[in-house]
C-alpha cells in the first residue's frame, strides 16, 4: 500500500464506527463490544495489514505501553521461559517488555530502576526481590504497579506469581522416601529470598511429617542459586563426614554442582548418593544421569504474571493477588532405592 492503514480505514471495512473498531482491537475493551462485531473488525485489521501506533495510544491514555522486568542472572536457565510468558501476554495487549540483568547488585538493581522510573515504564515485574527490600518500600510509596515473580516479600500489599515451593518440596521428600531414604541431606538457598527459606522451611516441615530427624550436619546453605554455591556446599557436606543417601537441592543448578564434587571424589549418582534438583530447568533431563526433579510452570508463571501487572496498571489500587501454580515431579535417572552406605561418614 501507499500509505500507512488507519483505524478509520479498518472501521469503513467493517463497517462500524472507529470508536467502536478501536474498542474492538483493543483487548481491554474488546468484551465491551458485540463478538460478532469484534469477529469483522479484527478481520478487517487482518486483511488491510492494520497496526495499532503504539505511540499514539499510549498518549491517549497517558502510558508508554512498556513494562519492565529485572532478573538476578540472565545466564540461569530457569528465566528465559518466565521472560518468554511475559512477552507473549503483554505483546497480546499491546505492551512491549524491557528486560535488564541485576547480577544480584543492589547498586546496580537500584541505577537500573532509576533508568526504567525516568523512561515512565507503565508498570514493573521484579524476579530480584529480596525478603526485605527497601526498594520496593520506596516503590510502594510512589504507588508504581509491581509484580514479584518467582519470589515474595515481606512487604506486604506486592502482587505475586510463584510455584507452590511448599508442595514441591514435598513431592521431592516424599519420593526419596518411598525410595527407602532415611539420611537425607539438603542444599538450601539463600533465606534472604522466600525461594531459598520456603523450600528450606518445608523441608525440615516435610521430614517430621515422614517422622524423619533432621541432622543440622547434613544442612548448608548456598552463598547462591548456582553451579558454584552448589559444589562449595556439597564438599562442605561431605567434610562432616555424616553420612547420607540422598540430596535435595535448592535447584537444578545447585544440584548440578552436587554433580560436579560427585565426579572429583569418586562418587556415583545415584549408586552412592540419590539427587533431586528443583525448577525443571531446560536441559535437566540431558544431565548425566537426567535429573529428577520438581517441574514448576515457568512459562504459565511468566503469563500470569503479565496479567497481574497489566491489571495493576489499569485498576491502581485494586486488591493485590498472591498466586502460587502448582508443580510436578519429574523422577529421572538421578535418584534410586539407597545401594550402599551412602556418602559422607
Known sequence: MNRTTTLRDVANRAD??????????????RALVNATTVTRVLA????????????????KVNRTMTVGMLVPDLTNPLFPPIVRGIEDRLTAAGSTLLVA?????????????????????DGLILATAQREHPILEEM?????????????????????VAGDDHVGIGMAV???????????????????????????????????????????????????????????????????????TAVVAANDLVALGCYDVAAERGLAIPDD????????IPFADRFAPPLTTV???????????????????????????????????????????????????
Open 16 to 29: 462500524v464506527h472507529p470508536s467502536t473498531a478501536s474498542r474492538a482491537l483493543n483487548e481491554r475493551t
Open 44 to 59: 478487517a485489521a487482518d486483511e488491510l495489514g492494520y497496526r495499532p501506533n503504539a505511540l499514539a495510544q499510549g498518549l
Open 101 to 121: 540483568n541485576t547480577d544480584n547488585d543492589g547498586e546496580k538493581e537500584r541505577a537500573i530502576l532509576d533508568v526504567m522510573a525516568r523512561r515512565r515504564v
Open 140 to 160: 510502594l510509596r510512589l504507588r508504581y504497579p509491581i509484580v514479584l515473580v518467582n519470589r515474595t516479600a515481606d512487604v506486604p500489599a506486592l502482587p505475586s
Open 174 to 244: 516424599r519420593h526419596l522416601v518411598e525410595l527407602g531414604h532415611t539420611r537425607i541431606a539438603h542444599l538450601a538457598g539463600s533465606r534472604a529470598v522466600s525461594t531459598g527459606l520456603v523450600r528450606h522451611q518445608s523441608f525440615l516441615t516435610w521430614m517430621e511429617t515422614h517422622g524423619l530427624t533432621v541432622d543440622p550436619e547434613l544442612v548448608v546453605f548456598c552463598n547462591w542459586f548456582n553451579q558454584q554455591s552448589g559444589a562449595a556446599a556439597f564438599r562442605e557436606l561431605l567434610e562432616r563426614e555424616a553420612p547420607f
Open 273 to 280: 548418593v540419590s539427587v533431586i534438583g528443583y525448577n525443571d
Open 295 to 345: 517441574r514448576i510452570p515457568h512459562y504459565e508463571i511468566g503469563v500470569r504474571a503479565a496479567e497481574l501487572v497489566l491489571e495493576a496498571i489499569e485498576h491502581p489500587g485494586s486488591p493485590s493477588v498472591g498466586l502460587r501454580l502448582p508443580p510436578e515431579l519429574r523422577v529421572r535417572g538421578s535418584t534410586a532405592p539407597p545401594r550402599s552406605a551412602g556418602a559422607g561418614g
